[in-house]
């Protein structure tokens, strides 16, 4: 049997090998990212746009080794938050990875029951909700979940099939938000969702502002271009210790099968031209999130992704925890 020491050791090679590509595309090389000492704690579960990565029907060289070779680190971006001293924890997005995110979240933390004690959704679009479809009768056959969302996202729940399914068979219960209002969930932890500008083509898209004991987090997986919004992310990141942003595309040069006028996201050099102004301090507060396959940021060696580190900024990794 390996001692922790030599399994550690082993484990670190292992990555290594994967980097340089003998089992696929590059990885991020780490150590593990040990839980903190916090009584909240927010876990990153995924950091992928809604679809995944591979791609379903992409033949490009950004997805056709891991079809063969999958990256267990790619899943569909969401959040995990731990409440230690009330032992529950809650996921923002339920997404078509949500089995394995709520495993990793209770991994967290054994005492967890398999069911987080909330789930928050931002918007009706596939990678952010489509997982409630594993809490129904078919799956886990779960028992009143409680789901967080918006006035539309609640009529598109309540009024379409299969999701009111869920809700009569008592699956999920339905917890109504407000804008701008906040959920107090214990004396530690507050959720402030806020509307933002996306394509609302079945509900409307938030934002969401976690408060914990000592700091706070902004999460906006999903924004059309940031002149939309009524508000400069330049100025709330500043009022936050942790920002989880767009990063959908790098820049226009990564899509040539769609026209990329119908998915207005802020490119990321945008959004870095937007915030230079902050200081160093600042920019290490933004951790970029819901990478597009296409985005060269999913690759940790491209060039991309060296320029945006050395700009100051982070790249959101499946597994990275940060203490509230």
């Known amino acids: 049997m390996f001692s922790q020491s030599n399994y550690m050791r082993s484990s670190r090679?292992?990555?290594c090998l994967i980097a340089f590509g003998l089992y696929g595309?590059?990885?991020?090389?780490k150590e593990p990212n040990?839980?903190?000492?916090?009584?909240?704690?927010?876990?990153?579960?995924?950091?992928?746009?809604?679809?995944?990565?591979?791609?379903?029907?992409?033949t490009k060289d950004c997805c056709k080794d891991l079809f063969k070779n999958p990256d267990p680190k790619r899943q569909v971006v969401s959040l995990g938050l731990i409440d230690k001293n009330n032992s529950t924890s809650y996921l923002f997005e339920a997404t078509p990875d949500i089995?394995?995110?709520?495993?990793?979240?209770?991994?967290?933390?054994?005492?967890?029951?398999?069911?987080?004690?909330?789930?928050?959704?931002?918007?009706?679009?596939?990678?952010?909700?489509?997982?409630?479809?594993?809490?129904?009768?078919?799956?886990?056959?779960?028992?009143?979940?409680?789901?967080?969302?918006?006035?539309?996202?609640?009529?598109?729940?309540?009024?379409?099939?299969?999701w009111n399914q869920l809700v009569s068979e008592q699956n999920i219960e339905i917890k109504a938000l407000e804008n701008q209002k906040t959920v107090t969930l214990s004396d530690n932890l507050t959720v402030t969702p806020f509307t933002v500008p996306h394509r609302d083509e079945y509900s409307e898209t938030v934002g969401y502002r976690i408060q914990?004991?000592?700091?706070?987090?902004?999460?906006?997986p999903d924004i059309d271009k940031w002149e939309k919004w009524g508000l400069r992310i330049l100025d709330v990141i500043q009022e936050v210790d942790y920002a989880?942003?767009?990063?959908?595309?790098?820049?226009?040069?990564?899509?040539?099968?769609?026209?990329?006028?119908?998915?207005?996201?802020?490119?990321v050099i945008e959004t870095m031209d937007k915030l230079k102004a902050l200081s160093d301090e600042q920019k290490a507060k933004v951790h970029f999130i819901h990478f597009n396959h296409t985005n060269p940021l999913l690759n940790h060696l491209s060039p991309q992704s060296r320029t945006?580190?050395?700009?100051?900024?982070?790249?959101?990794?499946?597994?990275?925890?940060?203490?509230?």
Not at 115 to 130: K, S, V
Not at 212 to 220: D, E, H, N, T
Request: hydrophobic share 40%; charged share 15%; net charge negative.
């Open 13 to 15: 090679i292992l990555l």
């Open 25 to 29: 595309c590059p990885l991020v090389v």
């Open 34 to 58: 040990m839980s903190s000492s916090t009584p909240v704690e927010l876990i990153v579960l995924g950091n992928v746009q809604d679809a995944g990565s591979p791609h379903i029907g992409c």
């Open 99 to 162: 089995s394995l995110q709520l495993r990793d979240l209770r991994n967290m933390d054994t005492s967890l029951s398999e069911m987080p004690t909330g789930i928050f959704l931002t918007h009706a679009h596939i990678g952010h909700y489509a997982g409630l479809m594993y809490l129904g009768k078919e799956a886990i056959n779960a028992h009143c979940v409680p789901v967080y969302a918006m006035p539309r996202m609640t009529k598109f729940l309540n009024y379409n099939g299969p």
């Open 212 to 220: 914990g004991p000592s700091k706070s987090a902004l999460f906006i």
């Open 244 to 267: 989880f942003i767009d990063a959908t595309f790098f820049d226009g040069d990564e899509i040539h099968t769609r026209d990329i006028s119908e998915i207005p996201h802020p490119f």
């Open 308 to 324: 945006l580190r050395k700009a100051g900024y982070k790249i959101a990794q499946k597994g990275d925890v940060f203490g509230l």
